[in-house]
Structure formats: C-alpha cells, structure tokens
T-cell receptor, first 115, second 112 residues
C-alpha cells in the first residue's frame, strides 16, 4: 500500500518552454501532497505543500509563478515549471499523505534537464 | 529554527558489522521523527517512524531507532549490516505543521 507514482521519470526540454510533472497516489487518497527538489548529493528541500482543492503554500524563496502547483483531486497533483531555464534542472520529488497523517510516501522522482 | 542534523555524511562498513547513524533535531514542542532510505536508483522508502510511546522503534529490514528526548536524538541502528543495505539514509522530522524537514543524509557503503 501507499504507492505514489510520478510521470515522467525524466524529461529534457529547451530553455523557455514549460514542463508539467504529474504525481499520483495509487492506492490511497492524498489529502496533502508535497513537492521537493533535490540537488546532486544534497538532501531534499521542500518547495511547496498543496491540499486538495486549495492553493498551494510555497516555501520562502520559491517562485509561485514559476512553479505552478495544482491539486485538483485526491489522487493527483501537478507541478508545472514555466519558462524553464538551465538552473531549473534538478530532481523533483513529490510525496503524499492521507488526511491527518504525518507520514509522507514518496514518488520515484522526475529528473528535469533544461538545455 | 527547526532543523535536523546528520553528522555522518559517509559511512563504510564491512558486512556483519553493526551500524549506528546519528540524527539530532532542533524542535520546540511535539516532534514526529522518521528515517527514510534511498537505495541506488530508487525512491525514498520509509524505514521507521516515531510519534509517541515506546522510544525504541522497530522498522523494516531489521532496523531500529531510539528516541532520546533529553539528547534531542533519534539514532538509527542495525546489529549486522548486509551488502544490500548500501544506500543513502535520511533522518527527517515534522511537527503539527506536517512540514517535513530532512537531514543532509548519510551515504552507507557496505563492503561484501
């Protein structure tokens, strides 16, 4: 149980284009979903928290207009990197938790490379 | 500010050796503690968690961790490691905000 998937697993795009990453909870209802960014050989940094049907809460320093998050259903959240630039290249990981649950279950991550 | 510290960045052990990875947290009030593992090429998996009750927590794959409130610590242990335990281990903590803060991670290499 508690499986989270992400799609795509990797994506390469040109500078200036937008990329959408999907995060799905496969066997539970994810009231809350989280988006993290992981740089090489570093730990995970929380970017934003989203609750189903509500606007996402962004961490300090994360541009909400650049990283658009939508949590339209209890099983799906999307992260759209708008007007991507090479410095946005990273490993993006989502996680999900059920209502009232402190435990987060993580997806496999999406590696984004912006040329 | 809330933080989680892992002091061992790289650990190398031989098979059958005992393992202890340190984790210290800085939180006021109630804290929930986790250990996650990331095997090469795989996603983060939950090893164990502590919310309340018995401070000695047993997790999957023979791992355990002890919550010592007076030391603000939640160290991970395994009496005898295997080659398959080679991975990166992350300590993490959250409070009532549900926001999970990670330590910097410890890369464990187990030599066969």
């Amino acid at each position: 149980g508690a499986v989270v998937s992400q799609h795509p697993s990797w994506v390469i795009c040109k500078s200036g284009t937008s990329v959408k990453i999907e995060c799905r909870s496969l066997d539970f209802q994810a009231t809350t979903m989280f988006w993290y960014r992981q740089f090489p050989k570093q730990s995970l940094m929380l970017m934003a928290t989203s609750n189903e049907g509500s606007k996402a809460t962004y961490e300090q320093g994360v541009e909400k207009d650049k990283f658009l998050i939508n949590h339209a259903s209890l099983t799906l959240s999307t992260l759209t990197v708008t007007s991507a630039h090479p410095e946005d290249s990273s490993f993006y990981i989502c996680s999900a938790s059920s209502a009232g649950g402190f435990t987060q279950y993580f997806g496999p991550g999406t590696r984004l490379t912006v040329l | 500010a809330q933080s989680v510290s892992q002091h061992n960045h790289h650990v190398i052990l031989s098979e059958a050796a005992s393992l202890e990875l340190g984790c210290n947290y800085s939180y006021g009030g109630t804290v929930n503690l986790f250990w996650y593992v990331q095997y090469p090429g795989q996603h983060l998996q939950l090893l164990l968690k502590y919310f309340s009750g018995d401070p000695l927590v047993k997790g999957i794959k023979g791992f355990e961790a002890e919550f010592i409130k007076s030391k603000f610590s939640f160290n991970l242990r395994k009496p005898s490691v295997q080659w398959s335990d080679t991975a990166e281990y992350f300590c993490a903590a959250t409070d009532s905000s549900y926001k999970l803060i990670f330590g910097s991670g410890t890369r464990l290499l187990v030599r066969p």
